[in-house]
């Protein structure tokens, strides 16, 4: 069911880095197949996971900041267009500029046009999911812009020619051995007697980034919050990176997705205790910036906001599916879901993997372009049970499919085999005298899997189950049967 928001009816779809070119069980069928990059997920998942159980068990009102969390969204998203009026009002106010983009190709020509009226040819960047959806550095690229990412991990990302994998972490699927590697191989000046030390991996990116901060003249960031009363625009992190581009250049030019406004300080309150506990298992990030329009004399002279839907306001007009834009891109859910730790983020096509990733990107694009993200999950429900704002991603992962399946059978009169076997459970279920004979036929199947006790191989329409799984041999007794012999 949806309801009537009053938001306009042509609200448009999200374009830009949301959709992966093949479906997700062909692309996780690779990633399956590459056991090192197993192994670098399996290790880093479970050391953010232990981090944040730590620090998250600290606190005896954990539950009560997740509720809270959960309650300020909703209430931001219900009066969504009140809130972003505001904050425009407060950023113009304080000598910022505000720019409203409606998809991915207009954020990305506004900001290729601030940047040309700068007369730079090149730019610094603080890591941001935003600017990774809308493909801003391909775009900045195509008008002879050099965009420079300062985020270690992102760093690593460009430098290997390679995709983010991870929200939080986009460099997760690399171990340090690797990144040595891509270091001497594509790092100017870089000491060839490195070694694959984290220390010294850092002091490498460190002094190659250094000259590059030193010598721009705008900065590209996204923002983890604004705050409409105030407004205030915030960047989370950890490096310091963030720190040295949001206040060494002249221009700093900042896209955030709508969702992320906040009304009030209060508000934000919640969130920068929620936030580094549930991404970093940490208690504080070590940066907070927080930059209010222009203060001369002190940090950039110009500062623009371009405020991004690409896909929102289509998704804010469900107002259960919504529920994905109230996601704080902590990542928590991505490091305890069993489908994420094996297939990494590159499986999802999308730059959001993971369950918020499979929830996010079929509504930010339509559920029909991103149509198999729904089924990327075993519904166990530990995305759910992480998430520092509580998002039922489960609940909404089953009402995507159910989506979809309804646009397969309008689209197509011919059912599939799911469907199939689905009615031909439902009649026999129907009628106990079919079951109790179903049940012993299905003892047939005992003369298969003695030795493993799995059926690696059924007949269609059920073969579509064994082609992905194994199914469990028939026991020799049926409950029906074992009740009798019990219970006479
Ligand atoms: S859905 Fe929740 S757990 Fe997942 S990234 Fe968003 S806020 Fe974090």
Redesign the pocket.
């Known amino acids: 069911m949806s309801t009537d928001l009053g938001l306009p009816r042509f609200a448009p779809r999200g374009v830009g880095h949301l959709r992966g070119e093949r479906s997700f069980p062909a692309a996780a069928r690779d990633a399956l197949a590459d056991s090192q990059l197993r192994r670098n997920l399996g290790h880093a998942t479970s050391t953010i996971r232990a981090k944040r159980a730590a620090v998250v068990a600290e606190r005896a009102d954990w539950e009560e900041l997740r509720a809270a969390g959960e309650a300020i969204k909703a209430a931001t998203m219900a009066r969504l267009d009140e809130h972003l009026e505001r904050l425009e009002a407060e950023v113009t106010r304080r000598g910022g500029a505000v720019h409203w983009a409606r998809d991915a190709e207009e954020a990305n020509a506004i900001v290729t046009r601030l940047v040309a009226a700068t007369g730079s040819r090149e730019v610094v960047k603080v890591k941001s999911m935003a600017t990774r959806e809308i493909g801003l550095n391909e775009a900045l690229a195509a008008a002879g812009v050099d965009t420079q990412e300062t985020d270690l991990a992102e760093l690593i990302v460009q430098l290997g020619g390679d995709l983010p994998s991870h929200?939080l972490v986009p460099a997760i699927h690399r171990n340090r051995a690797e990144i040595r590697e891509i270091f001497l191989r594509e790092m100017p000046g870089v000491d060839p007697a490195l070694t694959d030390e984290p220390r010294r991996l850092a002091m490498a990116a460190r002094s190659y980034l250094r000259e590059r901060f030193l010598r721009a003249e705008v900065a590209i960031s996204g923002a983890n919050f604004g705050v409409a009363e105030t407004g205030s625009l915030l960047v989370v992190e950890s490096e310091g990176n963030g720190r040295m581009c949001l206040t060494l250049p002249r221009t700093l030019i900042t896209v955030m997705g709508i969702e992320k406004v906040v009304p009030s300080w209060a508000d934000l309150e919640v969130f920068l205790q929620l936030l580094p506990r549930?991404s970093t298992g940490e208690r504080m990030n070590p940066y907070t910036s927080v930059w209010t329009g222009v203060t001369p004399g002190d940090g950039p002279a110009e500062v623009h906001l371009v405020l991004l839907d690409n896909g929102r306001t289509a998704t804010l007009a469900d107002d259960v599916g919504r529920a994905a834009l109230h996601?704080?891109?902590?990542?928590?859910?991505l490091n305890v879901c069993p489908v994420y730790e094996r297939t990494g983020g590159h499986a999802y096509g999308s730059v959001y993997p993971g369950?918020?990733g499979a929830v996010l990107s079929p509504q930010l694009t339509g559920v029909e372009d991103n149509a198999s993200l729904p089924f990327a999950s075993s519904l166990c429900g530990a995305?759910y049970e992480?998430?520092?704002?509580r998002?039922d991603?489960p609940s909404l992962l089953v009402r995507l499919r159910a989506q979809h399946v309804e646009a397969r059978r309008e689209a197509s009169r011919v059912p599939s085999a799911e469907a199939v076997a689905m009615a031909a459970a439902a009649w026999t279920m129907a009628d106990p005298r079919r079951f109790a004979a179903a049940e012993k036929a299905s003892r047939l199947g005992r003369v298969f899997g003695r030795r493993s006790g799995q059926l690696t191989t059924l007949p269609p329409p059920l073969s579509a189950w064994t082609a992905g799984r194994d199914a469990p041999r028939p026991p020799a007794e049926t409950f029906r049967e074992w009740w009798a012999r019990e219970r006479g």
């Open positions: 929200i549930s996601c704080i891109k902590c990542s928590a859910c369950p918020i995305c992480v998430c520092p704002v998002i991603i």
